[in-house]
């Protein structure tokens, strides 16, 4: 056993990464998120084969390609309910979903609300860059409503922005946190911590899209480390994002206690070729 | 006016010439380019009055035409693959009302595996859903056929398709007669819906219907849809008037008067089979084409007289009705049933393979010896699915195919994904 532990401490951030060379543009947010993933991780101890990242469509969506780890690339918008039958299925397994603002909010925004309701145990990473950066730069639920960088929304979108913590929170997500993709130490960091949290966590992550909103380039020095720690009382969180600009960032904002969605089922406990075998028709 | 421009643009001037009142839209490649021309025209003033709405899913697309069309506006969307999936409840939802939205289909492949090139697919799996179903050739008859179809649509109070290869026409500079909008205007009506909720004459659209009408509300659509057989013609005819070119109708054919072999397909690959039967031609093969335009309702009469002559015919598709064979090629067999002729459904060109006249030449040949089989792959490599079926069959846990299929040609899964 203990023979295993150390085996396991062995991994390096690196060996959570597959061989295949993102293609995502130079200087995008995206690739310090995927370093974090790994790093987080490499801290968790985890074994590649236990854990699954699942996404749907979008340049975000294709961090599983770029892992070791189980992957899943879906269709557009579905990753929640794809991970939620996935961790049910295999509640042992550590499953997170890695998505973008458009995948996550736009086309399958109705999943987010059902699955901050159902409290599965799954951690949820949003790399929330305000756009549509794969259809190259239309405006998405988190962007101003006065951008007018995109041909689809002419005059700018003219409607309110969505909120993914503060929808996060009244859905009933179990931990939420907001990070900056310029601090990849501390959303490493974040990341384990809303893995460890039982229950459905979320994670928006402040990602630049840096070729269709250069100006995001300068979030690194608008964002600002929230001054407080995390509550768990979730009016006091509610109350903290009334007057929250969306760049208070690197701390947990929320954790709750509600207990997670559970399969009713038993969890074997016999080994991965005992399991194998049962499945031999 | 002639101009050179990218498909995409061409469609986008057209619908904006019909002057709709409402667009809603969500971007997906390759339809992406039409919609972003139609928001900078709104957003120039060069088309107005009229909403453009960014929503978020396709489904919401769908939905927000079907609203404004029930209000009485004349309303355009376009999707493309997954997209025209998503939406496809609110599909037949807009055609089971009767409600005249047209809607471009930049035609690519559907998932998975996940695939942005073009083929058939995605229209031809709504092909039951009750909507018109029309296939350009080229970006002019893509551009003209927008213009029939507002006309079309709004006669039969049926919604359109107007569909176009994805890349290989909404990419493709092209020269095109763009028609002024005195002309436009001249061909295409103000829009007068056949319904619509009026506040001042208060009605319910989407009533409960049970047994003892839904036959007969489903069959009104599919006896207008029959009647846009006679329609059809007449437009195109009256669109010759008043533009000066043909363009649109039921069908086509190249060559084939005394044609033995014919070759029966849809959209922009009729160019190269055209191309190919020329060369053909010139070496004394006796073989000609036949372009569907109209695929929804199916013109069995115009196909089969075509087609009659003919001891063999090649239906080349971009499109696969898996289990069975073809799409198109089982229409056509239809509209040829009790007649001698064989009928081979050759399935090309699906996600995006590239349909070469090297490829056709060898297939035609062979075909007019009778040496095809009656389903035939173009170009398939049959050992890369061998490959994988042995993998599956020496072991039950053989992992995802497509992964492995990707890697014995050797490419990288994830540079494609
Ligand atoms: C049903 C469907 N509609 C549209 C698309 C086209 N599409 C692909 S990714 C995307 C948006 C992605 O935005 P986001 O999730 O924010 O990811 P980003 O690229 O910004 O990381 C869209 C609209 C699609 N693939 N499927
Ligand atoms: S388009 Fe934007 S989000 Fe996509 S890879 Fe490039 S920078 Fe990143
Ligand atoms: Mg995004």
């Known amino acids: 056993m203990e023979a295993a532990v150390a085996e396991k401490r062995k991994l390096a951030a690196k060996d959570y990464k597959s061989d295949i060379k993102p293609i995502w543009c130079p200087g995008c947010g995206d690739y310090s998120v995927l370093n974090a993933l790994t790093r987080a991780l490499a801290e968790l101890a985890l074994r590649p084969e236990e854990v699954a990242v699942v996404s749907g469509i979008g340049c975000s969506s294709r961090i599983p390609a770029y892992t070791s780890v189980y992957g899943f690339h879906g269709v557009h918008g579905r990753a929640l309910p794809v991970a939620t039958g996935l961790k049910l299925a295999r509640p042992e397994l550590t499953v997170l979903v890695t998505s973008g603002d458009g995948d996550g909010f736009s086309i399958g925004g109705n999943h987010f609300l059902h699955a901050c309701r159902r409290n599965v145990d799954i951690t949820y990473i949003v790399m929330d860059n305000q756009v549509y950066g794969m259809t190259k730069g239309q405006a998405s639920p988190t962007t101003a409503p006065d951008w007018e960088g995109s041909k689809l929304t002419p005059e700018g979108t003219g409607i309110n922005p969505f909120q993914p913590l503060v929808v996060g929170l009244a859905s009933g997500a179990n931990f939420i946190a907001r990070v900056s993709a310029s601090d990849p130490i501390n959303m490493a960091k974040i990341i384990v911590e809303a893995v460890r949290h039982p229950g459905f966590s979320l994670v928006q992550i402040l990602s630049p899209c840096v070729t269709f909103r250069p100006e995001q380039q300068e979030w690194r020095d608008i964002v600002r480390t929230a001054v407080v720690d995390y509550t768990d009382d979730a009016a006091r969180a509610a109350r903290r994002l009334m007057t929250d600009d969306g760049f208070n960032v690197g701390k947990v904002l929320y954790k709750g206690s509600r207990p997670p969605f559970k399969p009713e089922f038993e969890v074997t406990d016999g080994s991965i070729a005992e399991l194998e075998a049962s499945f031999v028709i | ?417």
């Not at chain 2, 063999?312 to 009790?338: C, D, Q």
């Not at chain 2, 060898?362 to 075909?367: D, N, V």
């Open chain 2, 1 to 417: 006016m002639l101009k050179q421009m990218e498909g995409s643009r061409a469609v986008a001037e057209a619908v904006a010439l019909c002057r709709p009142e409402v667009i809603c839209a969500y971007p997906i490649s390759p339809q992406t380019h039409i919609v972003e021309a139609l928001g900078e025209f709104v957003k120039d003033g060069s088309l107005a009055p009229c909403e453009f709405i960014n929503v978020e899913s396709e489904f919401a697309a769908m939905s927000v035409a079907i609203g404004s069309s029930a209000a009485g506006a004349r309303t355009y969307t376009a999707t493309a693959s997954q997209g025209l999936l998503f939406m496809a409840e609110a599909v037949y939802n807009a055609s089971g009302l009767g409600l005249p939205i047209v809607m471009t289909v930049a035609n690519r492949a559907i998932g998975a595996p996940i695939n942005i090139w073009n083929d058939h697919t995605d229209a031809l799996s709504q092909r039951d859903s009750g909507w018109l179903q029309i296939f350009a050739e080229t970006n002019q008859e893509a551009l003209d056929l927008h213009i029939q179809g507002f006309r079309l649509a709004e006669e039969l109070s049926l919604p359109i398709m107007v569909c176009m290869d994805g890349f290989i026409l909404t990419h493709a500079y092209e020269r095109v007669d763009m028609p002024t909008q005195e002309q436009v205007d001249a061909y295409l009506p103000k829009y007068e819906p056949r319904q619509v909720l009026d506040p001042a004459e208060p009605v319910s659209i989407g009533a409960m219907v049970g047994p003892e009408a839904f036959m007969e509300v489903r069959y009104l659509a599919h006896a207008k849809q029959m009647e846009a057989l006679k329609l059809i013609p007449a437009y195109a005819a009256e669109f010759k008037s008043v533009f000066g070119r043909d363009s649109g109708g039921l069908v086509h054919t190249y060559k084939a008067d005394d044609a033995e072999t014919m070759v029966v397909a849809m959209g922009s690959v009729l160019g190269t089979i055209k191309d190919t039967v020329d060369e053909m031609r010139a070496a004394g093969h006796k073989i000609g084409v036949l372009g569907i335009t109209l695929f929804r309702p199916f013109p069995i009469a115009q196909v089969r007289a075509a087609l009659q002559g003919a001891q063999r015919v090649v239906v080349l598709e971009k499109s696969l009705a898996v289990g069975l064979g073809g799409i198109l090629a089982t229409n056509v067999r239809m509209a040829l049933s009790a007649l001698p002729i064989d009928v081979y459904t050759v399935v090309a060109g699906i996600g995006g393979r590239p349909i070469t006249m090297r490829s056709l030449h060898g297939l035609f040949r062979r075909a007019e010896q009778d040496d095809i089989d009656a389903v035939t792959f173009l170009d398939l490599n049959r050992a890369v699915v061998d490959k994988q079926l042995d993998r599956e069959r020496a072991k039950r846990r053989s992992g995802p195919a497509a992964e492995a299929m990707l890697r014995d040609v050797g490419v990288v899964a994830a540079k494609l994904a």
